[in-house]
C-alpha cells in the first residue's frame, strides 16, 4: 500500500492547516499509521499516531494541544489538523504505516514502508 500526504503550504504563524494521508487500497489490521516530518538539518521525528481502529493515539510534546490526528474509518485516510502553527512546525511532513510495540504505547510507531515525498509546510512569522 503507498500513501500519499497532501495538504501542505505556506501558512503565517498562529494559522491552521489540515494534512491528508490517502492510501493506495486497504490497510490491513495490526497497522498504525502515524504522521513524521523533517526539518532541514535536523532528524526526522514523530509527531502523531494512530491506532487502526482510530482508538488510540499519539502526540509528540512539541505538538499536543495544537494538533489533532484523525482517520475515516471508511477510507483508511488519515488527517493531521494543525492548529496554531508555530515557525517551529515548518518541516516536509510524511505519512506512514507502522507497527506498534504493545509494551511501549503509541509513541514507538515504527515504520514499514516507503516513505513516499511528503507535503511540505512553511511557517512565516
Known amino acids: 500500500v503507498q500513501l500519499q500526504a497532501s495538504g501542505g503550504g505556506l501558512v503565517q504563524t498562529g494559522d491552521s492547516l489540515r494534512l491528508s494521508c490517502t492510501p493506495s487500497?486497504?490497510?490491513?489490521?495490526?497497522?498504525?499509521m502515524g504522521w513524521f516530518r523533517q526539518a532541514p538539518g535536523k532528524e526526522r521525528e514523530l509527531v502523531a499516531s494512530?491506532?487502526?481502529?482510530?482508538?488510540?493515539?499519539y502526540y509528540a510534546d512539541s505538538v499536543k494541544g495544537r494538533f489533532t490526528i484523525s482517520k475515516d474509518g471508511a477510507r483508511h485516510t488519515m488527517y493531521l489538523q494543525m492548529n496554531n502553527v508555530q515557525p517551529e512546525d515548518a518541516a516536509v511532513y510524511y505519512c506512514?504505516?507502522?507497527?506498534?510495540?504493545?509494551?511501549?504505547?503509541?509513541?514507538?510507531?515504527?515504520?514499514?514502508?516507503?516513505w513516499g515525498q511528503g507535503t511540505q509546510v512553511t511557517v512565516s512569522s
Open positions: 494512530i491506532s487502526n481502529s482510530g482508538a488510540n493515539t
Open positions: 506512514t504505516l507502522g507497527r506498534i510495540d504493545p509494551s511501549q504505547g503509541m509513541g514507538s510507531l515504527r515504520p514499514t514502508g516507503d
Open positions: 487500497g486497504r490497510i490491513a489490521n495490526g497497522y498504525a
